[in-house]
């Protein structure tokens, strides 16, 4: 058999590291073709190392000296810098796994697309933000989008690709956050770390934080309109609090088909590193009798005005979801450095939503202007907000 | 009121100015709030509007208070439920007063028809775009723009005078007004633009150019509407025999005079942000 080529755009963090984790475990099966990281130089170095990749690309160039006296002797190539990084999505491997965190995930994505690699995205904002700039590409260059976040991985693995017009319904569970049961006046006061408790996914602080203010679900439906064919009526969100399954889609005969498993990022990994065969992971099987009980409930609008927020922005389409993404991150940095409150980010998200006008997004530059705009308002409304 | 001018004395114009610059200040305060500050401001001015008007018509008090009442409830619909709703009541409400007051008043039936649509149409279409994603950005806009159009047209027609531009309907309106309206809108444009949606620092030539273009390919229609908006309503003060609509704003004249090229650029915005967009 030979080797599947692969490039792992991210390879630092928590989703590079599970994917590194499969790679290491079947050697033989993966040809590394590049690894790149921010600037996590001694992570990036040994994880080079260890899976013989051609090609170590840290994304700030200060960093290149470090990496190259980390490289020296190994015959693995260096580079560093934004377009670098770009250049690395760009060789021929079979499948590109992005994995970036943030904005910066955006131009390396966007040019694998356009070469038509296979596509495993694990960077929410390629589809948030850029959605519809990269889906048209992938349509164009006949790239194929596989993604890596759990709940649409189920989507994917569930939804009938060649008859879309026979699925009547998405539901994205979530699994509530750690506010699931407490009051609008209990949420007031929470600090960031109860925030960043999450009961199920042990996850980065920003994440952590959108789970509990449910704006990370709102995301997820945006990503969800833009990876399947369809309106924003058809997709809905139910909270399940143990996230055993990872989502639904419901067909026209009522049947409605889930794709369960235990909350560990290497089975949607895996599929997506096998696809369209499966592979094996050394993923925690689900023992059914041991959970004995899943629980449903629909989320509470008026508790967590994120999801409504992400919703609007969804039907308003254009640049809504950009400035939606850019000022809860704004939000969210300040509820972290404790400059707000919890209630506040949703607050701050809609008075940004509100004041800036929508505009149409035609490229690349346009999401940077888009999102750089964005975050001065957010900047704006979180200063008026500041406790401070 | 582009290039109305001939304010008699300085006092005259001095007083113009300051109640301008209030107006232009609670206007601004209550498109930033939005919520109810906004409902509130327009929905006043509507109902302003309505009195005025059948003031000029001269209609009879009973379908003076039935305008009033029609249009305060329609913004309700607008509000609470949706802006679709509203326009359903609003032309049932017109067409059942009309059909009605036709069999003893028909000249007067179509005017408080039509009435209740000059004033009940802009109401709604601002009301439904504040509501929109990004609604606060998008009537700053309309709002920038409808301004910048009255004061270039009033200050560069009054400085530089030359040919009229419509004698029979508005003897003080000259074409040096029309063009420094225009001109001064599209300044609006661009500023208001840049500050709700794009800085200005930073973009590439290209992008500067293009988006010039995307400006002032909306700016210009709206300010002509605008214009257009004002003379319609010189119009019919013409035809009623009257200077001012009213005498509430000191220096200005009445509401309707005020608003007259807010309200069809409020409605064309709402049908064009309608049309291309999603009707929500």
Not at chain 1, 349 to 369: E, F, M, N, Q, R
Not at chain 2, 147 to 175: E, M, Q, V
Request: proline share 4%.
């Amino acid at each position: 058999m030979t080797p599947r080529s692969i490039t792992v755009l991210g390879a630092t963090g928590s989703v590079g590291a599970s994917t590194l984790d499969l790679l290491l475990r079947a050697p033989d099966a993966w040809a590394v073709e590049a690894l790149t990281a921010n600037c996590d130089v001694d992570r990036l170095a040994a994880a080079a190392k260890a899976v013989n990749a051609k090609l170590a690309v840290v994304a700030d160039e200060s960093c290149y000296a470090t990496l190259k006296d980390a490289l020296a002797g190994t015959g693995i190539e260096v580079a560093a810098g934004k377009a670098a990084l770009c250049d690395a999505a760009r060789r021929a491997a079979e499948i590109v796994l992005s994995a970036i965190v943030g904005a910066a995930g955006l131009p390396p994505t966007l040019a694998a697309v356009e070469r038509g690699a296979t596509l495993a995205i694990a960077n929410k904002e390629t589809l948030v933000c850029a959605g519809d700039l990269v889906t048209a590409a992938a349509s164009k260059s006949g790239a194929v989008l596989l993604p890596v976040d759990s709940e649409h991985n189920a989507i994917f693995q569930v939804f009938d690709h060649d008859h879309p017009e026979r699925v009547t319904r998405i539901i994205v569970t979530a699994s509530g956050g750690p506010f699931r049961r407490s009051t609008t006046a209990e949420m007031r006061h929470v600090t960031p770390r109860q925030a960043c408790a999450h009961p199920v996914w042990s996850m980065g602080a920003k994440i952590s934080v959108d789970s509990a203010t449910l704006m990370n679900k709102g995301l997820e439906l945006i990503e969800a309109h833009h990876l399947f064919p369809v309106t924003p009526d058809q997709l809905e969100v139910i909270v399940h609090p143990q996230s055993v399954v990872h989502s639904f889609v419901e067909y026209i005969d009522g049947s409605m088909l889930a794709q369960l498993g235990s909350p560990d990022m290497r089975t949607p990994i895996g599929y997506c590193l096998a696809y369209p065969e499966r592979m094996a992971t050394p993923s925690a099987r689900l023992d059914l009798a041991a959970l004995a009980t899943l629980s449903f409930e629909a989320p509470d609008h008026a508790r967590f005005p994120a999801l409504g927020l992400a919703t609007a922005a969804l039907r308003a389409g254009g640049s809504a979801p950009c400035i939606l993404n850019a000022a809860n991150e704004v939000a969210v940095a300040a509820f972290l450095a404790r400059a707000v409150g919890f209630l506040d980010i949703a607050a701050i998200v809609a008075d940004t939503l509100d004041h800036v006008a929508p505009a149409s997004v035609g490229s690349l530059d346009d999401v940077v202007a888009i999102d750089a705009f964005a975050r001065q308002a957010a900047g704006r409304a979180v200063a008026a907000r500041s406790r401070t | 009121m582009a290039a109305r001018g001939a304010a008699p004395t300085s006092g005259g114009l001095l007083t113009r100015i300051v109640v301008g610059v209030a107006l232009a200040a609670v206007a601004i305060a209550a498109v930033w709030a939005g919520g109810v500050a906004f409902t509130a401001l327009v929905t006043t001015a509507c109902l302003l509007m309505s009195a005025e008007w059948s003031v000029m018509h001269g209609i009879a008090r009973g379908f003076r208070l039935a305008s009033l009442v029609v249009l305060a409830f329609v913004a309700g619909v607008t509000v609470y439920v949706s802006a679709a709703d509203a326009l359903i009541v609003l032309a049932a409400s017109a067409g059942a007063i009309a059909l009605f007051m036709r069999g003893f008043d028909r000249s007067r039936a179509f005017w408080v028809a039509a009435g209740l649509l000059y004033c009940g149409l802009p109401m709604v279409a601002l009301l439904w775009l504040r509501g929109r994603v990004g609604g606060g950005g998008i009537v700053a806009v309309c709002f920038a723009i409808v301004w910048a159009t009255d004061i270039g047209a009033f200050f560069i027609g009054r400085t530089l005078g030359g040919p009229k531009f419509a004698p029979r309907i508005s003897p003080n309106k000259t074409w040096a007004g029309v063009i420094g309206g225009i001109v001064a809108a599209l300044l609006a444009g661009f500023i208001v633009v840049s500050l709700v949606q794009f800085p200005l620092p930073g973009w590439s030539a290209w992008r500067l150019a293009n988006n010039a273009l995307g400006v002032a390919l909306w700016t210009v229609p709206f300010a002509l509407i605008a214009i257009a908006g004002d003379l319609f309503e010189s119009w019919l003060k013409r035809r009623a025999g009257v200077k001012d609509s009213g005498h509430l704003l000191p220096g200005h004249g009445g509401v309707l005079d005020r608003v007259d090229g807010l309200a069809p650029v409020a409605v064309a915005v709402a049908l064009v942000w309608a049309l291309g967009g999603s009707w929500q």
